[in-house]
């Protein structure tokens, strides 16, 4: 019952982005341990992913949406385009076994929390990027207010807030690292 609603709801979440797609087949992995929390430390471990037959945006497109977005809420657009590299490789429909939905896989809860629908492209750059400067500005006194953000963008403000910093959690290590080297690459 479980898979049938998330299924369902992964059918809702595409036709509600307007892509006109069929569900690739889906694989849900039983498993003895409990979830881990939304915001821990493993927050996406698998994606689901969406056949289409059509493209979904085009990369000119999602590269200018990001860049004014990123002006208007005065982050970097490399930033944005670093977490937006790492967490959905540019794929504007990409659900995650978590629940993270879109481009810069929001949760929903982040989603609502800026007024998005995460299943439209526009809006889900828009929240994701916005959520981005709330942790900029939060983590802006630390000795890497960066690296912080992007942790916290992974791992949750509490797991960051509690480590002082980015928290020893090898998962979220590595994402940090990986969005600071796409960062790198974008703006060069």
């Known amino acids: ?27 849900f992995k039983p498993s003895n341990r409990p979830a881990a929390p939304a915001a821990g430390p493993n927050r996406v471990t698998q994606r689901l992913r969406v056949s289409e037959s059509r493209p979904e945006l ?10 004014a977005t990123a002006r208007k809420h005065g982050v970097s657009a490399a930033l944005v385009k670093g977490i937006v590299a790492t967490e959905s490789n540019f794929r504007c429909n990409v659900v995650s076994s ?7 896989q929001l949760q929903p809860s982040t989603a609502r929390q800026y007024g998005a629908n ?7 750059i828009d929240a994701g990027t916005r959520h981005l400067r709330f942790l900029i500005e939060k983590y802006r ?26 928290p020893p959690f090898r998962e979220t290590q590595a994402y940090v690292e990986r969005v600071w080297a796409r960062m790198q690459e974008f703006q060069s």
Do not use: W
């Open 1 to 27: 019952m479980k898979h049938s609603i998330t299924a369902i709801l992964l059918a809702c979440s595409v036709s509600a982005c307007g892509f006109a797609g069929v569900l690739e087949t889906l694989h």
């Open 141 to 166: 006194n630390t000795s890497s207010p960066l690296k912080c953000a992007i942790a916290a963008y992974n791992a949750g403000c509490g797991a960051v807030d509690r480590y002082k910093g980015v």
């Open 58 to 67: 085009q990369m000119e497109e999602i590269h200018a949406l990001i860049a």
């Open 118 to 124: 995460a299943s439209v492209p526009q809006q889900n």
């Open 98 to 104: 978590r629940g993270a939905v879109g481009l810069m």
